[in-house]
């Protein structure tokens, strides 16, 4: 019979060894797409334009067309996510039938299938409003699905705020909206900022809802109006004419670029949060 001190310590070994499981998958996954697609990764496969004929197989135009969407995506789903938190958390009474609601749908919107919305955006962006297969489209798409994450994370951002802030802001004599923008949203910012770059994140990973969207030509958008190819469609369109080795060096590289971009990311969120929540508190 096991003692409570064994039971400890098998208990720790378990959790220790799930930790190390989980990092270790991480490790395999990047180990193994790099090794395969760093060597094909140089300067003129990042800015070199992309042509079916081989000529040029650089992915600098999916680069282009993905910073445009992640732009125009979150133009569109960062005010509306946060003033739909600050509205739930600050003005809303809680509990209320208006609050379930709106919480009813946020979590509904966030448990369906990417898929769907890109037949959403499709069947209503793209046909019913006459976009076309457009940056625009793809935007307004993965706006509404990345509509969820924004609300919640900053709603649970600005909860996170201890209730000494607005009490000390209100006996100062600081009306609600003064004591929301100079006290609450600063105080909550490091929240707000993880929220909006783990949104980028999304987007930057989705392809099915940009596939249906805003479409897969391989060129430079030159406006929102025009079609584009984001890195993982181009990396889908690659994997599906596998046919030479060449195919699968360009398919790894490109993969290659999108790891290390998401990582980029994950990085980027751990510092600006860091660096906010130094200059708040």
């Not at 334009?49 to 197989?57: P, S």
């Not at 297969?133 to 919640?152: C, D, H, K, Y």
């Not at 951002?157 to 600063?186: D, K, M, N």
Request: net charge neutral; hydrophobic share 55%; proline share 4%.
């Amino acid at each position: 019979m096991l003692t409570n001190d064994n039971k400890d310590k098998l208990l720790t070994g378990v959790i220790w060894s799930a930790a190390v499981l989980t990092m270790g998958f991480l490790v395999w996954i990047l180990f193994y797409i790099v090794s395969n697609g760093l060597a094909f990764v140089d300067w003129s496969f990042i800015t070199d334009n992309y042509t079916r004929t081989g000529d040029e197989e650089g992915i600098w135009p999916m680069i282009v067309a993905t910073v445009y969407i992640v732009l125009l995506s979150i133009a569109i789903a960062a005010p509306i996510g946060i003033m739909t938190a600050i509205y739930l958390t600050e003005y809303a009474k809680p509990g209320s039938k208006l609050v379930k609601l709106i919480r009813f749908c946020t979590e509904a919107l966030a448990g369906i299938p990417s898929i769907v919305y890109g037949l959403f955006g499709m069947t209503f962006f793209v046909v019913a409003l006459g976009l076309g297969f457009s940056v625009l489209s793809g935007g307004l798409t993965l706006a509404i699905l990345i509509l969820p994450v924004i609300i919640r994370t900053t709603e649970e951002a600005i909860i996170a705020v201890p209730l000494s802030y607005r009490e000390a802001s209100f006996g100062l004599g600081a009306s609600r909206l003064y004591t929301i923008w100079r006290v609450i949203l600063p105080a909550a910012m490091p929240g707000i900022v993880t929220s909006l770059i783990l949104s980028i994140g999304r987007i930057v990973g989705e392809s099915a809802p940009v596939f249906l969207t805003a479409g897969m030509v391989a060129r430079i958008p030159e406006s929102v109006f025009d079609s584009g190819r984001t890195l993982t469609v181009h990396l889908y369109m690659l994997t599906t004419e596998l046919y030479t080795q060449h195919d699968w060096d360009m398919a790894f590289a490109t993969a290659t670029v999108l790891v290390l971009v998401v990582l980029g990311i994950n990085l980027l969120t751990k510092l600006i949060s860091k660096k906010f929540s130094k200059a708040t508190y």
